[in-house]
């Protein structure tokens, strides 16, 4: 029984060391300014910041446990692991449909005539018409007034 969680911890944190997180947004970056009208706005869900591990790492554990239930010797086993990546695939989907956020794409007409989208934070009101910056840098953009 050891050696099945020691299995599981493993399997867990393995599938949970996949996911990355977001380096702080341009701390320290040079950034690009241009400017545009807003032409359009459409209210789009956010992907995952990742690095939540809990829903990973829980379904990892309730997977295995499922998993060690079926068959006996080398069955229950390999159910085990079998229950374990599949707990934490679905442990993370999970989660992430739990923390998932709403946001913003917006698309820009630059200056210049080129469109732009751009996928953000829902955490500023724009409308249809605005006068906008679009701050570039090498990690990411954002629109702001």
Known sequence: MARLAAVLIFA???IAGCAS???????GEELEVRTGVVEELRRVPLPSAGGGYIGT???AG??????STVGSGRGSQAASVAGAVAGSVAGRALENSMTSKEG???AVRLDG???IHVLQPDSEAFKVGDRVRV????KSTRVTH
């Open 62 to 67: 309730a997977g295995g446990i499922a998993g």
């Open 113 to 115: 005539g080129r469109l």
């Open 21 to 27: 997180s977001k380096p702080d947004r341009n701390a």
């Open 135 to 138: 701050l570039s840098g090498e």
């Open 12 to 14: 867990g944190a393995l």
């Open 57 to 59: 790492i829980g379904g």
């Open 104 to 106: 913003l794409e917006i």
